[in-house]
């Protein structure tokens, strides 16, 4: 991400070359019924449809964990954002004619897939969820492994939440509360040179 933020035309398409490499090889037939899917049925990570999707709940995801951790974004920087991300999702596949340029088509975008009812949690992304929730070494940085789970799983989805199986509570609202209090002020009182990146400082 930061050399497709920040990086010179080559080192844009050196990424985008790796990334479409990563997609080539992501493909095969569900082994078993997810959702409307029956088992059998083909995916691709070329799939237009689904570049997509990575890339609206990617915009989304970023702008709300921005608004809790920084300062909440107005109608026209979120505008800007998402209109300054389309290209990218053009680039790796996605139809022009589906992909959002203002927010408020994202959130719609967003809003209708969910409605259809095609976003549908099944064993594999289960097996994946606790694989990024609880990576290696984590019992060695437990209050990073800690505040990560705490904001990955609050911030789903009530309903896709539950499919993941994940319990909720009241009083995991609180914590998640807590701790984004707590990371917002932290990152107040950071300083740029260590709260930038160095290729954004620049």
Same mark, same amino acid.
């Given at each position: 991400?930061?050399?497709?933020?920040?990086?010179?035309?080559?080192?844009?398409?050196?990424?985008?070359?790796? +990334?479409?490499?990563?997609?080539?090889?992501? @493909?095969?037939?569900?082994?078993? !019924?997810?959702?409307?899917?029956?088992?059998?049925?083909?995916?691709?990570?070329?799939?237009?449809?689904?570049?997509?999707?990575?890339?609206?709940?990617? $915009?989304?995801?970023?702008?709300?964990?921005?608004?809790?951790?920084?300062?909440?974004?107005?109608?026209?920087?979120?505008?800007?954002?998402?209109?300054?991300?389309?290209?990218?999702?053009?680039?790796?596949?996605?139809?022009?004619?589906?992909?959002?340029?203002?927010?408020?088509?994202?959130?719609?975008?967003? =809003?209708?897939?969910?409605?259809?009812? $095609?976003?549908?949690?099944?064993?594999?992304?289960?097996?994946?969820?606790?694989?990024?929730?609880?990576?290696?070494?984590?019992?060695?940085?437990?209050?990073?492994?800690? +505040? @990560?789970?705490?904001?990955? +799983?609050?911030?789903?989805?009530?309903?896709?939440?539950?499919?993941?199986?994940?319990?909720?509570?009241?009083?995991?609202?609180?914590?998640?509360?807590?701790?984004?209090?707590?990371?917002?002020?932290?990152?107040?009182?950071?300083?740029?040179?260590? !709260?930038?990146?160095? =290729?954004?400082?620049?």
């Amino acid at each position: 991400m930061l050399r497709l933020t920040f990086g010179d035309q080559p080192a844009r398409d050196r990424t985008l070359d790796g +990334i479409r490499a990563i997609h080539r090889r992501v @493909n095969g037939r569900l082994r078993q !019924a997810v959702g409307p899917f029956p088992a059998g049925t083909y995916y691709s990570a070329e799939d237009p449809d689904l570049v997509l999707w990575v890339h609206v709940t990617l $915009v989304e995801s970023l702008v709300r964990v921005y608004d809790a951790l920084v300062f909440p974004l107005d109608a026209g920087a979120r505008d800007a954002y998402t209109a300054e991300t389309r290209g990218l999702a053009l680039e790796l596949g996605a139809r022009d004619r589906d992909v959002p340029a203002t927010w408020e088509a994202l959130e719609a975008c967003v =809003a209708a897939t969910r409605q259809s009812g $095609v976003i549908a949690v099944g064993p594999d992304a289960r097996s994946l969820a606790e694989a990024v929730l609880r990576p290696p070494l984590s019992s060695v940085i437990w209050p990073i492994t800690r +505040i @990560n789970r705490a904001v990955s +799983i609050g911030m789903l989805p009530e309903d896709v939440r539950a499919q993941y199986g994940f319990q909720w509570t009241s009083r995991h609202d609180r914590r998640l509360a807590r701790t984004c209090r707590f990371l917002a002020a932290g990152r107040r009182r950071t300083p740029r040179a260590v !709260a930038w990146w160095a =290729a954004a400082r620049r």
